[in-house]
């Protein structure tokens, strides 16, 4: 049994992270415990992987939920993420409380001043999420809201999963990184890389833990290089430098005498705009049915693992809400070709 009930900030919040990551796959898997909730698509399209936890305790992604069940309380199940997404997307488009508030403040408003109508009285600010058998006995994911003054129920039916098959759908083990760069909400990617791909199959990403991170496409007759400069770089858990002093603290370094990481992968431009998606939300207009621009994001973390992976650790906003992270595969490079795109 499960049983949740989502404020409409919280609605938007999942609807933004449920959006993107359909476009890398049909089906996701779906892990429910009393503390959290996550959602693991693996070697998806183009090899993507994408996995995501949200905290489901106080100030989290439901204003409060109830699970119970004969594995220790944990559920998994896999469900279609189009269904889900377009579920999400008749209840939350549309209603809006007509306020200009972010979504961080919304949320923890309702939070605290929502009414809570828990037994299953279904008001304009909530959302019931729960797990029932319908259709003649068919396990679904159940959501029940309100748009307007018309009731909306969905059934979406789940293939319900034993709880110990959630060892084949953990995130992949990945070596530690040589760059991980901090990008703030000022300096989407995603605008960029949208135009790259129409020129290159190919992109070559070169960061450097001095804050710099270059995106190159190579076309037949041109090369376009689009430069970041004041990245944060973040040293915990990356690899020491090859040469100069050894670090020992990220608030004692000494950049005159030690050498800054640097690395370069060559990833498909089309794989790297999957990963970005998210960094386009919505969130439905008040008083219309369209939807606006809305960043559910607080920041991500590029972390680059030379000739194995970039990921992409993105925390939602607020943060006590969780975070998900992308995996993207990326193309061998010998050491001559590193040295060389340097």
């Not at 503390?35 to 993507?48: N, P």
């Not at 309702?110 to 058998?133: D, E, F, V, W």
């Amino acid at each position: 049994r499960f049983k949740a009930e989502l404020a409409s900030e919280q609605l938007q919040i999942l609807l933004s992270l449920i959006g993107p990551i359909s476009r890398l796959a049909q089906h996701c898997v779906v892990f429910l415990d009393k503390k959290c909730v996550r959602l693991s698509i693996r070697d998806a399209m183009e090899g993507i992987s994408c996995f995501c936890e949200l905290n489901a305790a106080n100030d989290g992604i439901f204003l409060q939920h109830r699970i119970e069940s004969i594995a220790n309380d944990e559920i998994v199940f896999e469900i279609d993420l189009i269904q889900w997404k377009t579920a999400l997307q008749s209840i939350a488009i549309g209603r809006n409380d007509g306020s200009s508030s972010t979504a961080d403040d919304g949320l923890h408003r309702s939070t605290l001043n929502n009414k809570r109508n828990y037994n299953g009285l279904l008001t304009k600010t909530t959302t019931i999420m729960k797990l029932a058998k319908r259709h003649g006995g068919i396990p679904c994911l159940c959501l029940d809201g309100m748009k307007g003054s018309i009731e909306v129920y969905h059934a979406i039916p789940i293939r319900v999963m034993r709880a110990s098959d959630m060892q084949n759908h953990l995130p992949p083990h990945i070596n530690m990184p040589d760059v991980q760069l901090e990008i703030t909400n000022e300096k989407p990617l995603r605008i960029v890389v949208e135009r790259l791909k129409s020129i290159a199959p190919h992109v070559y990403i070169q960061g450097s833990m001095d804050g710099k991170l270059i995106l190159r496409v190579d076309a037949d007759a041109s090369s376009i290089q689009t430069y970041f400069s004041r990245l944060i770089p973040r040293f915990e858990d990356t690899k020491q430098p090859t040469e100069g002093h050894q670090r020992k603290s990220s608030s004692n370094l000494d950049r005159e005498d030690m050498t800054i990481n640097s690395c370069t992968l060559k990833l498909e431009t089309k794989k790297l705009l999957l990963s970005l998606l998210w960094q386009q939300q919505y969130q439905s207009s008040p008083n219309s049915n369209s939807m606006t621009t809305l960043s559910t994001t607080s920041s991500a973390l590029l972390c680059m693992v030379e000739n194995e992976m970039l990921v992409l650790h993105v925390l939602l906003q607020p943060t006590s809400v969780g975070f998900f992270t992308y995996y993207v595969p990326v193309h061998y490079l010998s050491a001559s070709s590193q040295t060389s795109q340097l």
